[in-house]
């Protein structure tokens, strides 16, 4: 049978869903930081010569240059709509928006740089270490090898280079280098240079309390249970009275285990939150944190000029025109971007009310999904509002990311949040007795008498989550 085959051609109507540049923008600054958020507008308001700044100092500010009232809500029906069906992983699946750098330091007016400008530069521990090398009696190339070793010490004061393989580089013996490496680790601070904590606290420990000493003899042969706290074995094998190798144990802990910290320069990293949650009277209020975020306008100047078309060009007004719009979707992306985070947090606040009411043993299971269902936006969005945001609250400043949380069941049915699990775990080590510290098993075993129902290794990880140390290592013998 001859199988019939044409061309033709036919209209068929297809649903297909584009994203405008417009609407890229509004789903990156959903995402951005506060500090992200502040850079954007900077770099938006040197761009555009449309959109302008509303100074504080303005008290009659133009009602023509605001939006009329209930306009942003109209204007964001288009950016409401996309972000509340589409997934934004589609478009965005592995996009991160980092940091920024600034634009430089500001200047006085007479081109003087300002005062908070002339900071102090600290001396960081590659340049103490410099100092007392340059110091010492050794040939030149005893100190190429000490500065090749000092140029290895990392921020703790470790050396994170062999002795072998500086030996290599410099076609020297490797006695040699060890003996420049015995004087690096008699600088201050004493013992940076070592190559593992046993090594950093022998040093020390000959230097502090002399060669023969109790410590210097724990630390060279009874290491390992020295870590472990086996005050009662090394007593038995060293033949010494308990009460004595209490007092090295407790000498050795006081010697530093990373020297160099004391030298670092780790900037602190301040966060401000985007939002604020505190109690008025019985009611909880949500604000949001607008200090240090500009207030943006449509410069009038230009939509009059735009009328005037016997003055312009086409290609000066196709210009103007482009750059007002532009202005006015930046605009409304900005008020778009605030509107979702407080929806995002009166919902949050909603459904974690026994939290800020009662405290973090009261933080309830919560998924993206929840939010979204609730909001009645895609999870996509809301994990991308949650991500990088800061929520102060009278018990402390949190990621919005914190209140998202897995849950374990009960005995009674009922589920809890798996960060209120940690809370108790981090209370009853923080109650225990020191010489009696509770193990993994002990926790699991005082959880499950609440009714929580918990594996031993389920408490390992959330301990280890919370940087908190096994029972033998938290042990004190003194």
Same mark, same amino acid.
């Given at each position: 049978?001859?199988?019939?085959?044409?061309?033709?051609?036919?209209?068929?109507?297809?649903?297909?869903?584009?994203?405008?540049?417009?609407?890229?923008?509004?789903?990156?600054?959903?995402?951005?930081?506060?500090?992200?958020?502040?850079?954007?507008?900077?770099?938006?308001?040197?761009?555009?010569?449309?959109?302008?700044?509303?100074?504080?100092?303005?008290?009659?500010?133009?009602?023509?240059?605001?939006?009329?009232?209930?306009?942003?809500?109209?204007?964001?029906?288009?950016?409401?709509?996309?972000?509340?069906?589409?997934?934004?992983?589609?478009?965005?699946?592995?996009?991160?928006?980092?940091?920024?750098?600034?634009?430089?330091?500001?200047?006085?007016?007479?081109?003087?740089?300002?005062?908070?400008?002339?900071?102090?530069?600290?001396?960081?521990?590659?340049?103490?270490?410099?100092?007392?090398?340059?110091?010492?009696?050794?040939?030149?190339?005893?100190?190429?090898?000490?500065?090749?070793?000092?140029?290895?010490?990392?921020?703790?004061?470790?050396?994170?280079?062999?002795?072998?393989?500086?030996?290599?580089?410099?076609?020297?013996?490797?006695?040699?280098?060890?003996?420049?490496?015995?004087?690096?680790?008699?600088? *201050?601070?004493? +013992? !940076?240079?070592?190559?593992?904590?046993? #090594?950093?606290?022998? $040093?020390? %420990?000959?230097? /502090?309390?002399?060669?023969?000493?109790?410590?210097?003899?724990?630390?060279?042969?009874?290491?390992?249970?020295?870590?472990?706290? *086996?005050?009662? +074995? !090394?007593?038995?094998?060293?033949?010494? #009275?308990?009460?004595? $190798?209490? %007092?090295?144990? /407790?000498?050795?802990?006081?010697?530093?285990?990373?020297?160099?910290?004391?030298?670092?320069?780790?900037?602190?990293?301040?966060?401000?939150?985007?939002?604020?949650?505190?109690?008025?009277?019985? #009611?909880?209020?949500?604000?949001?944190?607008?200090?240090?975020?500009?207030?943006?306008?449509?410069?009038?100047?230009?939509?009059?000029?735009?009328?005037?078309?016997?003055?312009?060009?086409?290609?000066?007004?196709?210009?103007?025109?482009?750059?007002?719009?532009?202005?006015?979707?930046?605009?409304?992306?900005?008020?778009?971007?605030?509107?979702?985070?407080?929806?995002?947090?009166?919902?949050?606040?909603?459904?974690?009310?026994?939290?800020?009411?009662?405290?973090?043993?009261?933080?309830?299971?919560?998924?993206?999904?929840?939010?979204?269902?609730?909001?009645?936006?895609?999870?996509?969005?809301?994990?991308?509002?949650?991500?990088?945001?800061?929520?102060?609250?009278?018990?402390?400043?949190?990621?919005?990311?914190?209140?998202?949380?897995?849950?374990?069941?009960?005995?009674?049915?009922?589920?809890?949040?798996?960060?209120?699990?940690?809370?108790?775990?981090?209370?009853?080590?923080?109650?225990?007795?020191?010489?009696?510290?509770?193990?993994?098993?002990?926790?699991?075993?005082?959880?499950?008498?609440?009714?929580?129902?918990?594996?031993?290794?389920?408490?390992?990880?959330?301990?280890?989550?919370?940087?908190?140390?096994?029972?033998?290592?938290?042990?004190?013998?003194?």
């Amino acid at each position: 049978m001859a199988l019939d085959m044409k061309h033709s051609l036919r209209l068929q109507q297809q649903l297909k869903l584009t994203i405008t540049p417009q609407l890229q923008q509004a789903i990156k600054l959903l995402q951005l930081t506060r500090l992200e958020l502040q850079q954007t507008i900077k770099n938006e308001l040197e761009q555009n010569p449309v959109l302008e700044e509303i100074l504080e100092e303005e008290e009659d500010v133009r009602k023509e240059d605001l939006p009329a009232e209930g306009q942003e809500e109209e204007d964001s029906e288009e950016v409401d709509s996309f972000l509340d069906s589409v997934d934004l992983d589609a478009y965005f699946p592995d996009e991160s928006f980092g940091g920024y750098q600034g634009s430089g330091a500001r200047a006085d007016e007479d081109g003087r740089p300002l005062y908070e400008n002339t900071l102090r530069t600290e001396v960081n521990l590659t340049d103490h270490l410099m100092i007392q090398l340059s110091l010492e009696n050794l040939s030149l190339e005893e100190k190429k090898i000490g500065t090749y070793l000092i140029g290895n010490i990392d921020e703790n004061g470790y050396l994170t280079v062999g002795v072998e393989e500086t030996a290599e580089n410099f076609q020297h013996a490797p006695q040699e280098v060890e003996d420049v490496l015995k004087k690096i680790q008699l600088f *201050d601070p004493t +013992g !940076v240079g070592a190559r593992d904590l046993k #090594e950093c606290l022998s $040093v020390q %420990a000959r230097e /502090k309390f002399g060669l023969r000493s109790l410590e210097v003899r724990i630390l060279d042969e009874y290491f390992d249970r020295f870590i472990k706290t *086996d005050l009662l +074995g !090394v007593a038995r094998a060293m033949k010494f #009275e308990k009460t004595r $190798v209490r %007092a090295a144990f /407790k000498n050795i802990s006081s010697l530093d285990p990373k020297p160099g910290r004391q030298y670092s320069t780790a900037e602190v990293h301040y966060v401000v939150p985007d939002i604020s949650v505190f109690k008025v009277g019985s #009611e909880w209020v949500i604000s949001l944190n607008e200090d240090g975020l500009p207030k943006l306008r449509i410069n009038s100047y230009y939509r009059t000029l735009i009328k005037q078309k016997e003055s312009l060009s086409k290609e000066e007004k196709e210009y103007i025109r482009e750059k007002v719009n532009s202005a006015a979707w930046f605009v409304k992306s900005i008020y778009q971007r605030k509107r979702t985070i407080y929806r995002v947090m009166e919902s949050i606040l909603k459904n974690q009310i026994e939290f800020f009411e009662q405290g973090p043993g009261y933080l309830k299971p919560l998924t993206l999904r929840d939010i979204a269902e609730d909001i009645k936006m895609h999870e996509s969005t809301v994990s991308r509002v949650t991500s990088g945001k800061y929520v102060h609250t009278p018990l402390g400043l949190f990621e919005l990311k914190y209140f998202f949380t897995s849950s374990l069941s009960r005995r009674d049915g009922e589920s809890v949040a798996s960060e209120s699990v940690k809370e108790k775990i981090k209370e009853l080590i923080q109650g225990e007795n020191p010489q009696k510290p509770l193990s993994d098993i002990e926790v699991a075993r005082i959880l499950k008498s609440q009714g929580i129902n918990i594996a031993r290794r389920t408490v390992t990880k959330y301990r280890e989550s919370l940087g908190i140390l096994p029972s033998n290592k938290r042990k004190k013998i003194f």
